[in-house]
């Protein structure tokens, strides 16, 4: 199932005028998907690199979240019992 939206979805791309399409080489090849390709390529990125990239990816998108959680806090005024572990 998910191999043929994948091929489907590559397709599009390739269609559209893309001419080169990449796939996450640890999916690729851990589902054996490396049969649909041309060439695999990979990229040797020290772990720490890759650990402060996700700490800011979830801090950004965290701190997007939490704005829009903030807004909801106008409901207290109106609540007979409010649980928080902000204050």
Not at 50 to 57: G, K, N, R, S, T
Not at 64 to 75: C, D, E, H, I, P
């Amino acid at each position: 199932m998910l191999l043929s939206r994948v091929f489907i979805a590559c397709h599009a791309m390739l269609f559209s005028g893309h001419r080169v399409v990449v796939l996450d080489a640890a999916v690729l090849l851990e589902a054996g998907w490396d049969d649909i390709v041309h060439e695999v390529w990979t990229t040797v990125i020290p772990s720490e690199e890759v650990v402060a990239e996700l700490v800011h990816f979830v801090r950004k998108h965290y701190c997007t979240y939490m704005q829009s959680v903030f807004v909801g806090l106008f409901a207290q005024d109106w609540a007979g019992i409010i649980w928080s572990r902000i204050f």
